[in-house]
């Protein structure tokens, strides 16, 4: 399927790897101009230059820290005007919620609720005067269904989800969609720290703690950041005009509800 996004300049924070990094391929592979971030300049280029070797697309690295407001104005500069952005940034560790300071709180709810209410206040005046924008947010599946030790992650992105519900409605005249991604048990980086943490807490192994979490998920498998970045990709494209406001659970049947 054609996605109508050729030549769209997309925006994919938090992309050198992971989930961002499937929705930065997806993207390039329908023909957008891809800006990829992340902090860690060598593994960074890396992931530009393989998603340009294997797409042809435009894919222009900036290494900075999008939590900080000075990595987010490098990342614009970079862009120019987007038609896409996918926020996303890494979650905070694992935690009890008793340890959890202040200081702690407060730079959980800026990396993951205020750093994209940021961006999207940057571009989304751009998009509606282009008529053409597209918004996704990649949260969490803690968002429908908390995991304990994960509350932090998980109140500042129902935060995020809550914040843009309404403002996705008010643009939405415009041809521009907010929509959130909420992912499950993937393989990822971050899956595996988490897996490292309950086998450090539990005593078992990392495969042992590996398997568990594959136990509870319906598909008996992990996600891939490849089929993750596609259901992102098909969320940017013309198609997907008329889906708006909408948080999409994709998390191989785990979650035990029908809304």
Known sequence: MDLGIKGRTALVCASSQGLGRGCAEALAAAGARVIVNGRDEAKLRRTANEIAAATGAEIVPVVTDVGTADGR????AAAGDVDILVNNNGGPPPADFRVLDHDRLLAGVEANMLTPIALI?????????????????????????????????????????????????????????????????????????????????????????????????????LGTPQEFGAACAFLCSAQAGYITGQNLLIDGGAFPGVL
């Open 121 to 221: 206040q940057a571009v989304i005046d751009g998009m509606m005067q282009r008529r053409f924008g597209r918004i996704v947010n990649i949260t969490s599946g803690s968002v429908k269904m908390p995991n304990a030790g994960l509350d932090l992650s998980s109140g500042a992105r129902l935060g995020l989800t809550g914040f843009v519900a309404g403002v996705a409605r008010q643009v939405a005249h415009a041809n521009v969609t907010i929509n959130g991604l909420l992912p499950g048990s993937f393989d990822t980086a971050r899956g595996t720290a988490i897996d490292q943490k309950r086998a450090g807490d539990g005593g078992i192994t990392l495969e042992q703690a590996r398997a568990e979490r594959i136990a509870k998920v319906p598909a008996r498998r």
């Open 73 to 76: 104005a490098a990342l614009l």
